[in-house]
């Protein structure tokens, strides 16, 4: 008996992220190589996980004692707390005052649904959501799913390859007629942006005038700049002054447990009673999305951020990857001026964090794709930690063919 199916009408999905990876993997040239991983890379081309937490993992699923029940809605109450005391610091006057709390979600884009939940119920006037970033951001997905209309801003300045810290000042001072008074601003990963006391001072001028909600992204504290404080200053100043907003704390990436997709959605209120308030209108949209998170992830970061000892040896595993980092970045900008490469490669440099722009052109990556089986987006936004000693003559080597082949 033959039946029409119900999903007759539903067609193959453009595909949004990945389609650079399958090509990749499709590629059978042996001098193939992809430099856009998200995950941070080791010297031989794994994912970098601290040796802390492989010990820990260990301990913690050799400990008899351990329950294996389900975690309340909120989740794990020692990973919200030690996670809330990474973030804004132990003495954080905010966290004495209980007017910030958080949520332990599920996956690292976990606390942008949840976010975006509560803020389609309870701010609905609200359908207006500005994301402004170094970089696309997954977020944007997520608001427009939910009805919300996005606007998208980049603060690469693609002319000075550099990330421009007036630019986003520049589009909070313009922003356009649809977008309202009281609106929705994410601030992506922002790392790079070096913002001027004045230019601090006016972008929260900004916002409290036109009544913004923020809602920030932290994906990788400590990665950035390999400082775990200098990574949280500018939140530390926006909750200082009294600000309301929300943050993705994504922990997956700083702890190496990429597959846990550990973090919180963070909450800053004007007092402990807004904060429990919300607090419980989110237990209400856990309910209906995941229920209860995962608890191993969480467990093994408590572990080490309650222990000084095995926090401190994390710490130093940090500042360890951010140095190799920079040491990459130093060779591939020096091997490129004894090439002759044309141009200046400074930003290199001047970027932090595992990803940065290499400032290549379209035509110029295209090469690199077709040409040197080098795989990479067409912002030629790459993965540092994917280039390592076996292979950054060749990588080096052909960013000089793409540029001296395709200039003019």
Excluded at 161 to 186: H, K, N, R, T, W
Excluded at 395 to 403: C, D, F, L, R
Aim: aromatic share 10%.
């Amino acid at each position: 008996m033959t039946s029409l199916s119900v999903f007759r009408d539903v067609p193959i999905a453009q595909k949004l992220e990945g389609s650079l990876l399958k090509i990749y993997r499709q590629d059978d040239s042996s001098a193939k190589l992809f430099l856009a991983y998200k995950v941070c890379m080791t010297e031989g081309g794994h994912p970098w996980v601290s040796l802390v937490v492989r010990k820990t993992r260990l301990q913690i699923a050799e400990d008899p004692s351990l329950n294996y029940e389900y975690l309340p809605l909120a989740g794990l109450k020692s990973f919200i707390q030690a996670s809330l005391e990474l973030l804004f610091g132990k003495h954080s006057q905010a966290i004495v005052e209980k007017r910030v709390g958080g949520v332990h979600i599920v996956g690292e884009s976990g606390a942008f649904q949840l976010g975006a939940q509560f803020l389609k119920a309870w701010r609905k006037n609200l359908k207006t959501v500005c994301i402004v970033s170094c970089q696309n951001e997954q977020c944007g997905l997520i608001f427009r799913d939910m009805g919300f209309t996005v606007y998208e801003y980049s603060v690469w300045n693609s002319t000075d390859l550099c990330s421009d810290p007036s630019m986003f000042v520049e589009v909070l001072q313009c922003l356009p007629a649809a977008y309202p008074a009281g609106s929705i601003l994410v601030i992506g990963n922002i790392s790079d942006c070096r913002f001027t006391k004045n230019q601090w001072t006016k972008l929260m001028s900004i916002i409290k005038s036109k009544q913004i909600f923020p809602f920030f992204d932290i994906p990788c504290q400590g990665l950035s700049t390999g400082d775990l404080e200098e990574d949280r200053k500018f939140l530390q100043h926006f909750v200082s002054l009294g600000f309301e907003f929300f943050c993705s704390q994504s922990l997956s990436k700083n702890f190496g447990i990429y597959d846990e997709g550990v973090g919180i959605l963070v909450v800053a209120a004007l007092s402990n009673q807004h904060l429990l308030c919300v607090i419980s209108q989110l237990m209400d949209y856990v309910q209906a999305l995941w229920g209860n998170p995962p608890a191993t992830g969480a467990r093994i970061i408590t572990s080490i951020l309650c222990n000084p000892a095995l926090f401190g040896e994390w710490k130093q595993s940090l500042k360890s990857v951010v140095e190799n980092i920079m040491l990459i970045k130093e060779k591939v900008k020096e091997k490129l001026r004894l090439l002759g490469t044309p141009g200046s490669w400074n930003h290199i440099t001047r970027q932090s964090g595992t990803h940065g722009y290499l400032g290549l052109n379209y035509q110029q990556v295209e090469f690199l794709v077709k040409k040197k089986h080098i795989y990479l987006p067409k912002t030629s936004r790459i993965n540092f930690t994917c280039i390592n000693s076996s292979n950054i003559d060749y990588i080096t080597q052909s960013i000089h063919e793409a540029v001296v082949l395709t200039e003019g």
